[in-house]
Protein backbone atom coordinates (compact mmCIF):
# COMPACT_ATOMS: atom_id res chain seq x y z
CA UNK A 1 0.00 0.00 0.00
CA UNK A 2 2.75 2.23 1.18
CA UNK A 3 4.81 1.32 -2.13
CA UNK A 4 1.74 2.34 -4.36
CA UNK A 5 0.55 5.40 -2.99
CA UNK A 6 1.18 9.06 -3.94
CA UNK A 7 1.03 11.70 -1.40
CA UNK A 8 -2.01 14.46 -1.64
CA UNK A 9 -1.03 17.90 -2.41
CA UNK A 10 -4.50 20.06 -2.93
CA UNK A 11 -3.88 22.57 0.13
CA UNK A 12 -8.20 22.79 -0.12
CA UNK A 13 -7.66 18.88 0.88
CA UNK A 14 -4.55 19.33 3.51
CA UNK A 15 -6.84 22.31 5.50
CA UNK A 16 -9.77 20.52 5.63
CA UNK A 17 -7.79 17.68 7.50
CA UNK A 18 -5.43 20.00 9.46
CA UNK A 19 -9.23 21.24 10.76
CA UNK A 20 -10.18 17.55 11.83
CA UNK A 21 -7.21 17.55 13.86
CA UNK A 22 -7.91 20.28 15.50
CA UNK A 23 -10.99 19.52 16.23
CA UNK A 24 -10.57 16.10 17.66
CA UNK A 25 -7.59 18.15 19.03
CA UNK A 26 -4.40 15.72 17.84
CA UNK A 27 -0.97 17.27 17.75
CA UNK A 28 0.38 14.56 15.73
CA UNK A 29 1.52 14.48 12.32
CA UNK A 30 -0.56 12.91 9.98
CA UNK A 31 0.01 11.77 6.47
CA UNK A 32 -2.37 11.92 3.20
CA UNK A 33 -2.17 9.65 0.34
CA UNK A 34 -3.75 8.11 -2.35
CA UNK A 35 -3.91 4.74 -3.47
CA UNK A 36 -5.94 3.41 -6.51
CA UNK A 37 -5.51 -0.52 -4.87
CA UNK A 38 -8.19 0.63 -2.46
CA UNK A 39 -11.92 1.41 -2.58
CA UNK A 40 -12.49 2.66 0.35
CA UNK A 41 -10.41 5.16 2.93
CA UNK A 42 -7.60 3.21 5.03
CA UNK A 43 -5.52 4.41 8.03
CA UNK A 44 -2.20 2.50 8.28
CA UNK A 45 0.86 2.90 10.56
CA UNK A 46 1.01 3.33 14.35
CA UNK A 47 3.90 5.68 14.59
CA UNK A 48 4.05 7.76 11.46
CA UNK A 49 -0.02 7.70 10.74
CA UNK A 50 -1.02 7.63 7.04
CA UNK A 51 -4.77 8.04 5.95
CA UNK A 52 -5.37 6.70 2.12
CA UNK A 53 -7.95 7.78 0.21
CA UNK A 54 -9.22 6.09 -2.66
CA UNK A 55 -8.39 7.33 -6.29
CA UNK A 56 -11.53 9.69 -7.42
CA UNK A 57 -13.35 13.21 -6.61
CA UNK A 58 -14.56 13.37 -2.83
CA UNK A 59 -17.04 15.88 -1.50
CA UNK A 60 -15.54 17.87 1.36
CA UNK A 61 -18.27 16.51 3.43
CA UNK A 62 -17.45 12.64 2.42
CA UNK A 63 -13.59 14.39 3.17
CA UNK A 64 -14.62 15.27 6.57
CA UNK A 65 -16.47 12.42 8.07
CA UNK A 66 -13.47 10.43 6.72
CA UNK A 67 -10.66 12.38 8.17
CA UNK A 68 -12.83 12.33 11.56
CA UNK A 69 -13.25 8.85 10.85
CA UNK A 70 -9.76 7.82 10.64
CA UNK A 71 -8.50 10.46 13.18
CA UNK A 72 -10.76 9.07 16.11
CA UNK A 73 -9.21 5.68 15.05
CA UNK A 74 -5.47 7.48 15.52
CA UNK A 75 -6.53 9.21 19.10
CA UNK A 76 -7.78 5.62 20.33
CA UNK A 77 -5.28 3.82 19.38
CA UNK A 78 -7.17 1.06 17.70
CA UNK A 79 -4.43 0.12 15.29
CA UNK A 80 -2.61 -1.04 18.40
CA UNK A 81 -5.35 -3.29 19.66
CA UNK A 82 -5.21 -4.51 15.78
CA UNK A 83 -1.45 -5.21 16.21
CA UNK A 84 -2.25 -7.18 19.93
CA UNK A 85 -4.67 -9.32 18.26
CA UNK A 86 -3.02 -9.98 15.40
CA UNK A 87 0.37 -11.21 17.90
CA UNK A 88 -2.40 -13.57 19.28
CA UNK A 89 -3.32 -14.80 15.71
CA UNK A 90 0.15 -15.57 15.17
CA UNK A 91 0.81 -17.53 18.21
CA UNK A 92 -2.65 -19.35 18.44
CA UNK A 93 -3.25 -19.60 14.88
CA UNK A 94 -4.66 -23.41 14.87
CA UNK A 95 -7.42 -22.06 17.32
CA UNK A 96 -10.42 -21.52 14.86
CA UNK A 97 -11.91 -19.46 18.08
CA UNK A 98 -8.90 -16.43 17.62
CA UNK A 99 -9.70 -16.10 14.40
CA UNK A 100 -13.73 -14.95 15.79
CA UNK A 101 -11.77 -12.91 18.12
CA UNK A 102 -10.18 -11.27 16.06
CA UNK A 103 -13.24 -10.28 14.21
CA UNK A 104 -15.20 -9.26 17.16
CA UNK A 105 -11.90 -6.88 17.98
CA UNK A 106 -11.90 -5.36 14.51
CA UNK A 107 -15.90 -4.70 14.60
CA UNK A 108 -15.69 -3.35 18.06
CA UNK A 109 -13.44 -0.89 17.35
CA UNK A 110 -15.43 0.52 14.18
CA UNK A 111 -18.78 0.31 16.60
CA UNK A 112 -16.81 2.99 18.84
CA UNK A 113 -15.34 5.02 16.58
CA UNK A 114 -18.46 5.01 15.07
CA UNK A 115 -20.55 6.07 18.55
CA UNK A 116 -17.42 8.36 18.90
CA UNK A 117 -17.88 10.35 15.93
CA UNK A 118 -22.35 10.02 15.72
CA UNK A 119 -21.78 11.28 19.48
CA UNK A 120 -20.98 14.76 18.16
CA UNK A 121 -23.36 14.99 14.71
CA UNK A 122 -26.86 16.24 14.69
CA UNK A 123 -29.35 13.93 13.84
CA UNK A 124 -28.69 15.12 9.56
CA UNK A 125 -25.12 14.82 9.62
CA UNK A 126 -25.80 11.14 11.36
CA UNK A 127 -27.47 10.67 8.31
CA UNK A 128 -24.70 12.04 6.22
CA UNK A 129 -22.68 10.17 8.00
CA UNK A 130 -24.32 7.15 6.98
CA UNK A 131 -24.92 7.74 3.32
CA UNK A 132 -20.90 7.99 3.66
CA UNK A 133 -20.36 4.48 4.81
CA UNK A 134 -22.93 2.97 2.23
CA UNK A 135 -21.24 5.04 -0.81
CA UNK A 136 -17.95 2.96 0.31
CA UNK A 137 -19.38 -0.08 0.92
CA UNK A 138 -17.20 -2.14 -1.79
CA UNK A 139 -16.56 -5.89 -1.39
CA UNK A 140 -14.91 -6.48 -4.67
CA UNK A 141 -12.01 -4.33 -2.83
CA UNK A 142 -8.24 -5.27 -4.45
CA UNK A 143 -6.48 -4.99 -1.19
CA UNK A 144 -8.70 -7.39 1.57
CA UNK A 145 -6.27 -7.20 4.21
CA UNK A 146 -6.63 -5.73 7.56
CA UNK A 147 -4.11 -6.74 9.46
CA UNK A 148 -1.92 -3.52 9.53
CA UNK A 149 -4.86 -1.00 8.92
CA UNK A 150 -8.51 0.34 9.50
CA UNK A 151 -10.74 1.02 7.00
CA UNK A 152 -14.11 2.85 6.63
CA UNK A 153 -15.93 -0.17 5.59
CA UNK A 154 -15.19 -3.51 6.07
CA UNK A 155 -18.39 -5.31 4.40
CA UNK A 156 -22.23 -5.72 4.42
CA UNK A 157 -22.36 -7.51 7.31
CA UNK A 158 -20.81 -5.14 9.19
CA UNK A 159 -22.64 -2.31 7.59
CA UNK A 160 -25.66 -3.56 8.62
CA UNK A 161 -24.59 -3.22 12.47
CA UNK A 162 -23.30 0.22 12.09
CA UNK A 163 -26.27 1.46 10.25
CA UNK A 164 -28.08 0.38 13.33
CA UNK A 165 -25.75 1.81 15.56
CA UNK A 166 -26.82 5.03 14.22
CA UNK A 167 -30.16 4.86 13.63
CA UNK A 168 -30.53 3.47 17.12
CA UNK A 169 -27.89 5.59 18.46
CA UNK A 170 -28.24 6.40 22.04
CA UNK A 171 -25.28 7.05 24.92
CA UNK A 172 -24.09 4.28 26.83
CA UNK A 173 -23.77 4.18 30.74
CA UNK A 174 -20.38 4.01 32.48
CA UNK A 175 -21.44 0.82 33.97
CA UNK A 176 -22.18 -1.20 30.72
CA UNK A 177 -18.82 0.73 29.11
CA UNK A 178 -16.68 -0.67 32.37
CA UNK A 179 -18.32 -4.17 31.92
CA UNK A 180 -17.46 -4.52 28.36
CA UNK A 181 -13.88 -3.63 28.78
CA UNK A 182 -13.57 -6.06 31.53
CA UNK A 183 -14.65 -8.81 29.35
CA UNK A 184 -12.96 -8.32 26.46
CA UNK A 185 -9.61 -8.11 28.87
CA UNK A 186 -10.76 -11.63 30.32
CA UNK A 187 -11.29 -13.04 27.14
CA UNK A 188 -8.64 -12.08 25.53
CA UNK A 189 -6.34 -13.35 28.66
CA UNK A 190 -7.90 -16.87 27.86
CA UNK A 191 -7.07 -16.89 24.22
CA UNK A 192 -3.07 -15.71 24.92
CA UNK A 193 -2.89 -18.12 27.82
CA UNK A 194 -3.47 -21.20 25.56
CA UNK A 195 -0.90 -23.99 24.32
CA UNK A 196 -0.19 -23.41 21.06
CA UNK A 197 0.70 -26.66 19.18
CA UNK A 198 2.00 -27.24 15.36
CA UNK A 199 -0.13 -29.18 12.78
CA UNK A 200 0.42 -29.96 9.53
CA UNK A 201 -2.07 -30.57 6.16
CA UNK A 202 -2.63 -31.58 2.78
CA UNK A 203 -2.11 -28.88 0.23
CA UNK A 204 -3.73 -28.37 -2.96
CA UNK A 205 -2.22 -27.10 -6.13
CA UNK A 206 -3.54 -24.09 -8.15
CA UNK A 207 -5.14 -26.06 -10.72
CA UNK A 208 -7.16 -27.85 -8.22
CA UNK A 209 -8.60 -24.61 -7.17
CA UNK A 210 -8.78 -22.22 -9.57
CA UNK A 211 -9.64 -24.01 -13.04
CA UNK A 212 -13.43 -23.68 -13.36
CA UNK A 213 -15.36 -23.62 -17.08
CA UNK A 214 -12.16 -23.58 -18.45
CA UNK A 215 -10.80 -20.26 -17.44
CA UNK A 216 -7.95 -20.23 -15.68
CA UNK A 217 -6.95 -17.31 -13.22
CA UNK A 218 -3.26 -16.82 -12.03
CA UNK A 219 -2.35 -13.40 -10.79
CA UNK A 220 -4.43 -10.77 -12.11
CA UNK A 221 -4.54 -12.72 -15.47
CA UNK A 222 -7.73 -14.92 -16.46
CA UNK A 223 -7.16 -17.35 -19.67
CA UNK A 224 -10.14 -18.41 -21.22
CA UNK A 225 -9.72 -21.67 -23.40
CA UNK A 226 -11.92 -21.74 -26.45
CA UNK A 227 -12.25 -24.35 -29.36
CA UNK A 228 -10.54 -27.37 -27.36
CA UNK A 229 -7.34 -25.31 -26.23
CA UNK A 230 -5.67 -26.62 -23.06
CA UNK A 231 -3.27 -25.62 -20.87
CA UNK A 232 -0.40 -26.21 -23.10
CA UNK A 233 -1.56 -23.94 -25.17
CA UNK A 234 -1.58 -20.84 -23.18
CA UNK A 235 1.17 -18.00 -23.58
CA UNK A 236 3.05 -16.68 -20.78
CA UNK A 237 1.24 -13.62 -19.75
CA UNK A 238 1.47 -11.26 -16.81
CA UNK A 239 -0.29 -7.64 -15.41
CA UNK A 240 0.31 -5.11 -13.17
CA UNK A 241 -1.19 -5.78 -9.45
CA UNK A 242 -4.60 -4.70 -9.30
CA UNK A 243 -5.42 -4.70 -12.83
CA UNK A 244 -7.24 -7.72 -14.70
CA UNK A 245 -6.35 -9.21 -17.90
CA UNK A 246 -8.14 -11.64 -20.24
CA UNK A 247 -6.45 -13.71 -22.90
CA UNK A 248 -8.66 -16.07 -24.91
CA UNK A 249 -6.32 -19.10 -26.09
CA UNK A 250 -6.99 -20.73 -28.68
CA UNK A 251 -5.31 -23.93 -30.77
CA UNK A 252 -2.21 -22.33 -31.98
CA UNK A 253 -3.17 -18.49 -31.04
CA UNK A 254 -4.38 -16.67 -28.41
CA UNK A 255 -5.69 -12.54 -28.40
CA UNK A 256 -5.05 -10.38 -25.04
CA UNK A 257 -7.90 -8.33 -23.88
CA UNK A 258 -6.84 -5.37 -21.50
CA UNK A 259 -5.42 -4.75 -18.89
CA UNK A 260 -8.21 -3.09 -16.73
CA UNK A 261 -7.24 -0.59 -13.45
CA UNK A 262 -10.98 -0.08 -12.60
CA UNK A 263 -12.62 -3.29 -11.37
CA UNK A 264 -15.80 -0.88 -10.81
CA UNK A 265 -16.14 -0.01 -13.88
CA UNK A 266 -14.56 -3.52 -14.95
CA UNK A 267 -17.29 -4.80 -17.67
CA UNK A 268 -18.04 -1.61 -19.04
CA UNK A 269 -14.45 -0.91 -19.96
CA UNK A 270 -14.27 -4.98 -21.49
CA UNK A 271 -17.73 -4.12 -23.70
CA UNK A 272 -16.00 -0.59 -24.96
CA UNK A 273 -12.40 -2.42 -25.97
CA UNK A 274 -14.10 -5.69 -27.30
CA UNK A 275 -16.31 -3.90 -29.55
CA UNK A 276 -13.17 -2.28 -31.45
CA UNK A 277 -11.50 -5.51 -31.75
CA UNK A 278 -12.13 -7.04 -35.34
CA UNK A 279 -9.58 -9.75 -34.33
CA UNK A 280 -12.85 -11.09 -31.97
CA UNK A 281 -15.66 -13.08 -33.63
CA UNK A 282 -19.00 -12.19 -32.23
CA UNK A 283 -18.95 -15.55 -29.87
CA UNK A 284 -15.30 -14.84 -28.47
CA UNK A 285 -16.39 -11.30 -27.21
CA UNK A 286 -19.58 -12.76 -25.49
CA UNK A 287 -17.12 -15.15 -24.07
CA UNK A 288 -15.07 -12.63 -22.23
CA UNK A 289 -17.98 -10.49 -21.22
CA UNK A 290 -19.33 -13.39 -19.84
CA UNK A 291 -16.42 -13.54 -17.77
CA UNK A 292 -15.67 -10.18 -16.89
CA UNK A 293 -19.39 -9.99 -15.93
CA UNK A 294 -18.61 -13.39 -13.65
CA UNK A 295 -16.17 -11.50 -11.45
CA UNK A 296 -16.90 -10.83 -8.39
CA UNK A 297 -20.53 -11.22 -8.91
CA UNK A 298 -23.23 -12.07 -6.47
CA UNK A 299 -24.47 -16.03 -6.35
CA UNK A 300 -28.21 -16.29 -6.80
CA UNK A 301 -27.82 -18.72 -3.78
CA UNK A 302 -26.42 -15.66 -1.68
CA UNK A 303 -28.50 -14.72 1.72
CA UNK A 304 -29.01 -11.44 0.35
CA UNK A 305 -30.09 -12.45 -3.05
CA UNK A 306 -32.40 -14.50 -1.91
CA UNK A 307 -33.92 -11.96 0.67
CA UNK A 308 -34.24 -9.38 -1.73
CA UNK A 309 -35.91 -11.69 -4.37
CA UNK A 310 -38.20 -12.78 -2.16
CA UNK A 311 -40.09 -8.72 -2.96
CA UNK A 312 -40.30 -9.81 -6.53
CA UNK A 313 -43.53 -10.73 -6.61
CA UNK A 314 -46.15 -11.22 -9.68
CA UNK A 315 -47.96 -8.11 -9.21
CA UNK A 316 -45.28 -5.84 -7.49
CA UNK A 317 -45.51 -3.18 -10.10
CA UNK A 318 -49.15 -2.52 -10.25
CA UNK A 319 -48.34 -2.40 -6.10
CA UNK A 320 -48.69 1.21 -4.56
CA UNK A 321 -45.42 3.02 -3.42
CA UNK A 322 -46.85 2.87 0.35
CA UNK A 323 -47.77 -1.07 0.12
CA UNK A 324 -44.27 -2.08 -1.23
CA UNK A 325 -42.33 -0.46 0.89
CA UNK A 326 -44.16 -0.86 3.78
CA UNK A 327 -43.53 -4.96 3.44
CA UNK A 328 -39.80 -4.18 3.27
CA UNK A 329 -39.11 -2.76 6.61
CA UNK A 330 -41.35 -1.60 9.43
CA UNK A 331 -38.67 -1.21 12.06
CA UNK A 332 -35.14 0.19 12.36
CA UNK A 333 -33.64 -3.42 12.68
CA UNK A 334 -35.28 -5.06 9.87
CA UNK A 335 -34.34 -1.39 7.97
CA UNK A 336 -30.35 -2.03 8.57
CA UNK A 337 -30.68 -5.48 7.61
CA UNK A 338 -32.37 -4.29 4.54
CA UNK A 339 -29.93 -2.00 3.73
CA UNK A 340 -27.10 -4.06 4.16
CA UNK A 341 -28.70 -6.76 1.68
CA UNK A 342 -29.17 -3.88 -1.20
CA UNK A 343 -25.45 -3.07 -0.62
CA UNK A 344 -24.05 -6.09 -0.56
CA UNK A 345 -26.08 -7.05 -3.95
CA UNK A 346 -25.74 -3.86 -5.64
CA UNK A 347 -22.02 -3.86 -5.45
CA UNK A 348 -21.63 -7.32 -6.72
CA UNK A 349 -23.95 -7.96 -9.61
CA UNK A 350 -23.44 -8.33 -13.06
CA UNK A 351 -25.46 -6.58 -15.67
CA UNK A 352 -26.37 -10.00 -16.96
CA UNK A 353 -28.11 -11.17 -14.18
CA UNK A 354 -32.13 -11.42 -15.04
CA UNK A 355 -33.02 -9.58 -11.94
CA UNK A 356 -30.45 -6.75 -12.56
CA UNK A 357 -33.47 -4.45 -13.36
CA UNK A 358 -35.06 -5.04 -10.00
CA UNK A 359 -32.28 -4.75 -7.91
CA UNK A 360 -31.07 -1.60 -9.24
CA UNK A 361 -33.82 0.42 -9.85
CA UNK A 362 -36.71 -0.78 -7.94
CA UNK A 363 -34.83 -2.33 -4.87
CA UNK A 364 -32.36 0.75 -4.63
CA UNK A 365 -35.40 3.54 -5.06
CA UNK A 366 -37.55 2.13 -2.05
CA UNK A 367 -34.56 1.32 0.27
CA UNK A 368 -33.68 5.03 -0.35
CA UNK A 369 -37.12 6.36 -0.20
CA UNK A 370 -36.85 4.33 3.42
CA UNK A 371 -33.85 5.46 4.52
CA UNK A 372 -34.67 8.57 3.78
CA UNK A 373 -37.90 8.95 5.73
CA UNK A 374 -36.20 7.54 8.77
CA UNK A 375 -33.55 10.26 8.45
CA UNK A 376 -35.70 12.82 7.26
CA UNK A 377 -34.69 13.78 4.42
CA UNK A 378 -35.51 14.24 0.63
CA UNK A 379 -35.85 11.56 -1.91
CA UNK A 380 -32.68 11.25 -4.47
CA UNK A 381 -31.98 9.74 -7.82
CA UNK A 382 -29.03 10.12 -9.89
CA UNK A 383 -29.00 10.20 -13.29
CA UNK A 384 -25.93 10.52 -15.61
CA UNK A 385 -25.72 10.92 -19.29
CA UNK A 386 -23.49 10.42 -21.89
CA UNK A 387 -22.21 11.15 -25.87
CA UNK A 388 -19.14 9.31 -27.11
CA UNK A 389 -17.30 9.38 -30.55
CA UNK A 390 -15.59 6.52 -31.78
CA UNK A 391 -12.00 6.12 -30.10
CA UNK A 392 -9.13 8.42 -31.85
CA UNK A 393 -6.94 5.65 -30.45
CA UNK A 394 -6.25 2.46 -28.33
CA UNK A 395 -3.51 2.52 -26.04
CA UNK A 396 -0.95 0.07 -24.87
CA UNK A 397 -2.41 -0.89 -21.85
CA UNK A 398 -5.79 -1.21 -22.72
CA UNK A 399 -6.90 2.06 -22.46
CA UNK A 400 -9.48 3.74 -25.23
CA UNK A 401 -8.84 7.52 -26.08
CA UNK A 402 -11.84 8.42 -27.51
CA UNK A 403 -11.75 11.88 -30.30
CA UNK A 404 -15.19 13.16 -27.97
CA UNK A 405 -16.84 12.56 -25.10
CA UNK A 406 -19.24 14.44 -22.97
CA UNK A 407 -20.73 13.34 -19.63
CA UNK A 408 -23.20 14.64 -17.52
CA UNK A 409 -24.72 13.98 -13.66
CA UNK A 410 -28.26 14.55 -12.48
CA UNK A 411 -29.44 14.92 -8.57
CA UNK A 412 -32.90 14.65 -9.53
CA UNK A 413 -34.42 14.85 -5.89
CA UNK A 414 -38.37 13.77 -6.16
CA UNK A 415 -41.09 13.80 -3.51
CA UNK A 416 -44.13 11.74 -3.26
CA UNK A 417 -47.38 13.38 -1.86
CA UNK A 418 -49.45 10.30 -2.66
CA UNK A 419 -47.68 7.25 -2.32
CA UNK A 420 -51.03 5.17 -1.57
CA UNK A 421 -52.44 6.81 -5.31
CA UNK A 422 -48.37 5.94 -6.96
CA UNK A 423 -47.92 2.15 -8.27
CA UNK A 424 -44.19 0.96 -8.47
CA UNK A 425 -44.42 0.70 -12.09
CA UNK A 426 -45.24 5.03 -12.53
CA UNK A 427 -42.37 5.70 -10.10
CA UNK A 428 -39.97 4.43 -11.86
CA UNK A 429 -41.53 5.04 -15.37
CA UNK A 430 -41.43 8.39 -14.26
CA UNK A 431 -37.47 8.58 -13.01
CA UNK A 432 -36.09 6.68 -16.20
CA UNK A 433 -38.30 8.64 -18.42
CA UNK A 434 -36.10 11.86 -17.10
CA UNK A 435 -33.06 9.91 -18.00
CA UNK A 436 -33.98 8.47 -21.46
CA UNK A 437 -35.25 12.21 -22.63
CA UNK A 438 -32.06 13.90 -21.32
CA UNK A 439 -30.30 11.64 -22.69
CA UNK A 440 -32.30 12.27 -25.94
CA UNK A 441 -31.17 15.93 -26.18
CA UNK A 442 -27.61 15.10 -25.22
CA UNK A 443 -27.61 12.95 -28.81
CA UNK A 444 -29.92 15.62 -30.50
CA UNK A 445 -26.64 18.15 -30.23
CA UNK A 446 -23.74 18.12 -32.23
CA UNK A 447 -20.55 17.81 -30.99
CA UNK A 448 -19.29 21.16 -32.35
CA UNK A 449 -22.48 22.82 -30.26
CA UNK A 450 -21.63 21.16 -27.07
CA UNK A 451 -17.79 22.18 -27.14
CA UNK A 452 -18.80 25.61 -28.37
CA UNK A 453 -21.35 25.16 -25.67
CA UNK A 454 -18.53 24.51 -23.12
CA UNK A 455 -16.76 27.63 -24.38
CA UNK A 456 -18.67 29.74 -23.72
CA UNK A 457 -20.59 28.64 -20.82
CA UNK A 458 -24.62 27.86 -22.32
CA UNK A 459 -24.26 24.06 -22.34
CA UNK A 460 -25.02 23.80 -18.54
CA UNK A 461 -27.93 26.89 -19.38
CA UNK A 462 -29.12 24.71 -22.39
CA UNK A 463 -29.26 21.02 -20.68
CA UNK A 464 -30.80 23.58 -17.29
CA UNK A 465 -33.69 24.70 -19.31
CA UNK A 466 -34.62 20.85 -20.80
CA UNK A 467 -34.31 19.30 -17.74
CA UNK A 468 -36.77 22.12 -16.05
CA UNK A 469 -39.21 21.86 -18.63
CA UNK A 470 -38.70 17.66 -18.75
CA UNK A 471 -39.68 17.85 -14.57
CA UNK A 472 -42.51 20.03 -14.73
CA UNK A 473 -44.40 17.92 -17.54
CA UNK A 474 -43.22 14.98 -15.42
CA UNK A 475 -44.53 16.10 -12.40
CA UNK A 476 -47.78 15.35 -11.30
CA UNK A 477 -50.22 15.25 -8.28
CA UNK A 478 -48.87 12.05 -6.50
CA UNK A 479 -45.20 12.94 -7.56
CA UNK A 480 -43.00 15.85 -8.13
CA UNK A 481 -39.47 16.24 -9.63
CA UNK A 482 -37.16 18.86 -9.27
CA UNK A 483 -32.90 18.55 -10.12
CA UNK A 484 -29.60 20.12 -10.19
CA UNK A 485 -26.86 19.35 -12.67
CA UNK A 486 -23.82 18.22 -10.45
CA UNK A 487 -21.14 17.40 -12.76
CA UNK A 488 -20.61 18.39 -16.83
CA UNK A 489 -17.27 17.04 -17.95
CA UNK A 490 -16.64 17.29 -22.00
CA UNK A 491 -13.34 16.67 -23.61
CA UNK A 492 -12.82 17.28 -27.52
CA UNK A 493 -9.22 16.25 -28.89
CA UNK A 494 -7.22 16.90 -25.83
CA UNK A 495 -9.03 19.93 -24.83
CA UNK A 496 -11.22 19.23 -21.33
CA UNK A 497 -13.51 21.57 -20.10
CA UNK A 498 -14.96 20.79 -16.60
CA UNK A 499 -17.98 23.12 -15.69
CA UNK A 500 -19.73 22.67 -12.20
Given amino acids: MNAGSTEVSDIKILNLLSDCKEKLNIKASVELSQNSLTASPI ?30 HCRQKDLLYKWLIQFVVCIHWFNPFVY ?35 SFIKTGNPYKSSLASLTLTEGAEQLKERLGAIINFKKKSKTIIAATAVFS ?6 FFAMGAYAVSGNKTTWKDREIQNEVLTEDGVYYIFCDGAEEKDKPLASV ?90 STPDELTELLAAQADVINTISPYDENYDFFATTMNLSTNELYCEKMGEEFTYFASISKMSWPLEELNEGEIMYDFNCFVDFQVTYSISKPELLTVAKREQTL ?26 SIKAALTDEAAKLADSLSGEAMTLSFEITLIDIADEGEIYAIQ
Avoid at 109 to 118: G, Y
Avoid at 185 to 190: L, S
Fill in 43 to 72: MTGFIRPDIILPVGELKDKELSYIFIHELT
Fill in 100 to 134: LLETEVNKACELACDEKVISLLDHKARREYGDTLI
Fill in 185 to 190: TAICIC
Fill in 240 to 329: TAGNIQFVLVRKGSYTTVGPFPNSETLLEDVVKQCEQMKSLTAAEKELIMKTAAGIGGISSSSPSYAKLLAYKTENYLDQSVADFNAALA
Fill in 432 to 457: LTFREEMQNYLDSLSEAEITAGAIDG
